[in-house]
């Protein structure tokens, strides 16, 4: 078991400065591993610190105390080991899909990183939209540009930060079961966080409910089924009923 | 048709009133639009106007093109490096507001009546604009981009080439605009003082020689056509297609 551990999160703590010199504790104490290709979505309320959690987690900031490890090592920045993809995108406007997708291939051991990119493209479905600047592209099709650029470095963990939720409904699902999709075809360990109970329950192996501020994990939940899913199944919606009871609704 | 059907009203109705006062007043010095025209064709016919215009524009390109030169590597970085900018932006700040009119007693005193003058003028007119610009431009790169940079892990080279410069291009284009504005504005001016060539020459020669108001009047004319395709020129460098993201939302 201890070999296949991927994330190791082990009681972390977080607080902002506030007026006056007070201090506001935004996370309390966490602590879940995460397996080598599992995907486990950690659903709270809005404000409850999922976003810094997730800054923590994937290394662009430091907790004041307890420690994030990944393969067994401390994580002390962002790499591309691990992207994050998140609610508002970062596909850079200035540069075409291709270059967009090209961005993180550095050095020489990609090979035609032009190919690479294209057949990226291609698997998120743009193919033909390769010379295209991202605002010539849909809200979905620039989401899609983004999980390319992701998958493009292959890295080994995706950390999505409420990365359908600027998506109209209809698009916020179909992009969950392209998501799925592509991770049967490459093996990826995600941490998806997100407010969307239905879009937990829908893709991850295990659900992580959140408390309000300080937040801490309230409850763990296993999603034991196989995909595809339907949602308005028996299992799954008891499943919703019992998420949405622990955060209180 | 009727986009440029009220401004060309509105210039008729401009010359129309023109034009009927002279007559009304039987104003002797002051010239009618026709004597403008008939002045103007007389300056062209025997190439004096050519080498005003293209003195003025020399000194013009010149100078902003030093100023380009200078600015556009110092306003990178002084909005990369806090040091820099803590260190520089105040007197920068300072210089900025004094009009470039005010400098001309100086300009002749250390670069006598020459071509130097108008130049250095120039530069001190459109170099400020431009650094600040361009250091507010990098001040406002959005944050996402440049997190998604850290997360792939790209080099001090490619974050600069391909994130930090095509991010701030935009205002660097407007600190252009803003600066060939002033450049143009500020020719004319120095020129009117101490020089034997220039539009601003042709200004002050008119009316010393023989108050030649149609010359006058055909000189401001001209200028304000020049200034205006200067603008224009500029404003083309807006529909590059690494830029265009800035200006479609």
């Known amino acids: 078991m201890s070999d296949s551990r991927k994330i190791v999160v082990t009681d972390i703590r977080k607080s902002f400065p506030a007026s006056k010199g007070a201090t506001l504790p935004v ?6 591993t995460v397996a080598d290709g599992e995907f486990v979505a950690i659903v709270g309320p809005s404000g409850c610190g999922k976003s810094t959690l997730m800054n923590i987690i994937a290394g662009f900031e430091q907790p004041d105390s307890g420690s994030v490890q990944v393969d067994g090592k401390e994580q002390l920045g962002p790499s591309p080991k691990g992207i994050v993809i998140s609610q508002h995108g970062s596909v850079f406007p200035w540069l075409t899909v291709r270059q967009n997708l090209m961005f993180g291939l550095n050095g020489d051991e990609h090979g035609d990183k032009a190919a690479l990119a294209d057949h990226y493209a291609a698997m998120v479905g743009l193919k033909g939209f390769e010379n295209s600047y991202p605002h010539e592209l849909s809200g979905g099709m620039l989401k899609r540009a983004e999980l390319a650029r ?11 930060d409420e990365p359908f939720s600027a998506l109209d409904a209809l698009m916020n699902m179909r992009m969950r079961t392209e998501l799925l999709r592509i991770l049967g075809e490459e093996r990826h360990t995600v941490l998806l966080i997100t407010h969307d109970v239905e879009e937990a329950i829908y893709m991850a192996d295990r659900v992580l409910v959140l408390s309000p501020r300080p937040t801490t994990i309230q409850a763990s939940f296993r999603v034991d089924m196989p995909h595809p899913r339907k949602l308005s199944s028996p299992e799954l919606q008891g499943l919703r009923e019992a998420i949405l009871k622990e955060l209180g609704l | 048709m009727s986009k440029i059907l009220p401004p ?11 034009w009927a006062v002279v007559v009304k007043t039987e104003s002797a010095i002051f010239p009618t639009p026709w004597q403008v025209v008939t002045g103007t064709l007389e300056l062209a016919e025997d190439g004096t106007l050519w080498e005003h215009i293209a003195a003025s524009l020399f000194r013009v390109g010149t100078g902003f ?28 700040q ?25 130049i250095f003028l120039i530069f ?6 431009m650094i600040v610009q361009t250091t507010s431009g990098v001040h406002t790169i959005e944050r996402r981009y440049l ?33 060939i504005g002033v450049a143009w504005l500020v020719v004319v001016a120095a020129e009117m003082i101490a020089l034997r060539s220039g539009l601003g020459y042709l200004i002050m020669d008119s009316r010393n020689a ?27 460098l807006e529909r590059m297609k690494t830029v265009k993201w800035r200006y479609v939302r």
């Open chain 2, 94 to 118: 300072m210089l900025r507001p004094i009009s470039p009119i005010a400098w001309i007693p100086l300009a002749i005193l250390w670069f006598g009546v020459g071509d130097v003058s108008p």
């Open chain 2, 65 to 92: 093109g030093l100023a380009l030169l200078v600015a556009v590597p110092l306003g990178l970085w002084m909005g990369w490096v806090g040091g820099a900018y803590r260190t520089f932006n105040p007197i920068f």
């Open chain 1, 150 to 160: 992701a998958f493009v470095v292959k890295p080994e963990i995706l950390y999505m």
């Open chain 1, 27 to 32: 996370v309390g104490g966490i602590s879940f």
């Open chain 2, 8 to 18: 060309l009203a509105v210039m008729a109705l401009v010359i129309t009133v023109w």
């Open chain 2, 210 to 236: 023989g108050n030649r108001y149609d010359l006058l009047i055909a000189s401001m004319i001209i200028i304000g056509l020049i200034g205006l395709l200067l603008d224009g020129i500029t404003r083309l």
């Open chain 2, 147 to 179: 997190r998604a940079a850290a997360n792939f892990g790209v080099s001090r080279s490619v974050l600069f080439r391909q994130v930090v410069i095509p991010a701030v291009l935009p205002e660097i284009i407007i600190g252009m605009r803003i600066g």
């Open chain 2, 124 to 129: 001190i007119s459109s170099v400020f604009p």
